[in-house]
């Protein structure tokens, strides 16, 4: 399942605006207050309808809010196109149970939600024939097989956190595949039940592993030691906890052996770079990524349980800032690691930072201003700076300082050398003796005076 369009009308402060989502990647750029937030949070409302249909057949998503209405409008509206790319493969039990022609397998699933400004009368309605259509498709699915794999729906929000490692468990909670789509669009995330459910499947597991050891025990000494040491590599292991574990170790490279240690007290535990740490020692940033990444792998497994490769299932992930917390080093290249560990998911990102939008080919990216999208001609490759200027409207640097340094290089170009090295004697009390603006006049002066000696 994949995003293929977004229309909204009269939504925030958009009027009318169509966004094509053609790519596996698609990330927003813009000031704050911009839009990227909204256009992320319209897709989240109208996926929550498909995820509240799945679960009952008249389920109920999110509504658009009396806020969400643009000033001076009646009313807002928001749609969304959607391919099921696997109907192809289910194309009998698909038309068996929708009485569809062949022709229509390619058209796609289109729903729509409409508000209405209270006090005006009703001139549009909501359109959900087609989300209930396609939840329909999956919940007969289901019925023919309890295992078959779901689509993941997820948002994250900038209010994402995580506040605390919960590894005492009060409350046993189900994890059964719909449970996947727990609190998968709402407005708190904070990763609690990631942690819980990696406890339980922990616990589940050594549970089982232990079961199965208490035969090779008692046969200890029946046995060669190559023998055991086979016996031992086939104890049984969780599938689910494997995929998050594997996928933490993909997307973070240093970090491994996510495990929970229960003596001398409780606590997760995690390798970096050969260094066992608490999870609490991490910083903040590198908590909310393992967590966020953790979490994506958690979903994926529990809604494809028949995937030799859980990381491997389809869906559709929102993300908002999602350079939140991160250094730098951690910024660049973040898409190409979202890619390489859940290859099969569809990624809507929003950010600020001008290192994820050019570290990564084939990515479909818009600029919001005004309420107009723009889309962005392919920025691999080039420089931060270049994308501060050219596409942010971001000056490199301090805007007097900016300004000094080109008063500067004016005053070298006219051969002005008495007030260009004024000038650069000026910045060079303000500014580190190594700054490469200045280094360069430095470079440009000297030979501007060598070619004034040769003159004489």
């Known amino acids: 399942m994949e995003i293929k369009k977004l229309h909204i009308k009269h939504f925030t402060q958009f009027t009318d605006l169509t966004v094509e989502l053609d790519r596996s990647v698609t990330v927003f750029i813009g000031n704050n207050g911009a839009g990227k937030t909204s256009l992320l949070r319209a897709v989240a409302t109208l996926l929550s309808w498909l995820i509240a249909r799945i679960g009952r057949e008249k389920g109920s998503g999110s509504p658009i809010l009396d806020s969400d209405i643009e ?41 729509a939600l409409v508000k209405q400004r209270k006090g005006f009368q009703n001139e549009q309605s909501s359109f959900l024939t087609n989300v209930t259509r396609l939840a329909n498709l999956y919940r007969n699915r289901l019925s023919q097989n309890e295992k078959s794999s779901l689509p993941l729906v997820v948002y994250y929000p900038v209010e994402r956190v995580v506040l605390d ?32 459910w990696f406890r339980e499947c922990e616990d589940a597991e050594n549970e089982s592993r232990r079961d199965a050891m208490q035969p090779i025990l008692e046969s200890l000494q029946n046995h060669p030691q190559d023998v055991l040491r086979e016996k031992l590599s086939q104890l049984p292991y969780d599938q689910q906890l494997t995929a998050v574990q594997n996928a933490i170790a993909t997307f973070m490279p240093g970090f491994s052996k996510l495990r929970v240690q229960r003596k001398p007290r409780l606590q997760m535990m995690v390798e970096k770079q050969g260094k066992t740490l608490d999870v609490a020692q991490l910083s903040q940033g590198e908590k909310s990524l393992m967590a966020l990444v953790g979490d994506i792998a958690r ?44 290859p099969n998911c569809q990624f809507l990102l929003a950010t600020h930072s001008p290192l994820i939008i050019s570290d990564a080919k084939d990515v479909r990216c818009y600029t919001l201003d005004n309420g107009q999208l723009v889309p962005v001609k392919d920025l691999y490759g080039l420089d931060a700076n270049q994308v501060l200027v050219e596409v942010m409207d971001t000056e490199i640097r301090n805007e007097e300082v900016q300004e000094k340094i ?43 005076e060598v070619l004034r000696a040769k003159d004489r």
Not at 88 to 111: G, H, M, R, T, V
Not at 170 to 192: C, E, I, M, P, W
Not at 303 to 326: A, R, S, T
């Open 71 to 111: 000033n001076d409008a009646k009313s807002s509206k928001i749609t969304l196109d959607v391919f099921d790319l696997s109907i192809a493969d289910n194309q009998e039990s698909f038309q068996s149970s929708f009485d569809l022609p062949i022709a229509d397998k390619q058209e796609p699933f289109q729903w």
């Open 165 to 196: 490692i919960p590894l005492k468990i009060k409350v046993r909670h189900s994890f059964a595949q719909l449970d996947g789509y727990d609190n998968a669009l709402t407005q708190g995330v904070d990763f609690r039940r990631f942690f819980e």
């Open 299 to 342: 979903r994926l497994a529990m809604m494809n349980p028949c995937l030799e490769n859980p990381l491997h299932g389809k869906g559709i992930v929102l993300i908002d800032e999602i350079e939140l917390h991160l250094h730098p080093q951690w910024q660049r290249g973040i898409i190409q690691r979202l890619r390489a560990t859940f």
């Open 406 to 448: 080109t008063v500067l290089l004016d005053l070298i170009q006219e051969a002005d050398l008495c007030q260009a090295k004024a000038a650069l004697s000026q910045l060079e009390t303000e500014l580190s003796a190594h700054h490469i603006e200045l280094t360069k006049a430095r470079l440009l002066i000297k030979r501007l």
